[in-house]
């Protein structure tokens, strides 16, 4: 479960961050291979996409650098729009 969005400056960033490596660190220790997510927490919960997408990436991106055990981790989005946020944000990362 990811955190309600509150403004930002309550340990949200962190707070999603922690809920992807938990989700991750699971699945590793399960010996599991493969991983889906949807975008956490920014339907209900009001996290913004933008900034989320780049939480979840980039902890992702982190943790299976990491940990090769995980040969394949997948985004399950919304639509087109969030797919476009999510490819966006990807790209931006790799260049960095």
């Given at each position: 479960?990811?955190?309600?969005?509150?403004?930002?400056?309550?340990?949200?960033?962190?707070?999603?961050?922690?809920?992807?490596?938990?989700?991750?660190?699971?699945?590793s220790e399960k010996g599991l291979?493969?991983?889906a997510f949807p975008s956490l927490s920014t339907g209900a919960y009001g996290y913004?996409?933008?900034?989320?997408a780049r939480i979840a990436l980039k902890t992702v991106i982190d943790y299976a650098t990491d940990s090769p055990s995980i040969k394949l981790i997948?985004?399950?989005l919304f639509?087109?729009?969030?797919?476009?946020i999510y490819e966006e944000t990807f790209e931006e990362l790799e260049k960095s």
């Open positions: 479960v990811g955190p309600i969005y509150r403004g930002g400056d309550k340990n949200e960033a962190e707070m999603l961050a922690g809920a992807y490596q938990e989700s991750l660190k699971l699945v291979t493969s991983v913004p996409i933008k900034e989320a997948r985004f399950n639509g087109l729009k969030d797919y476009g």
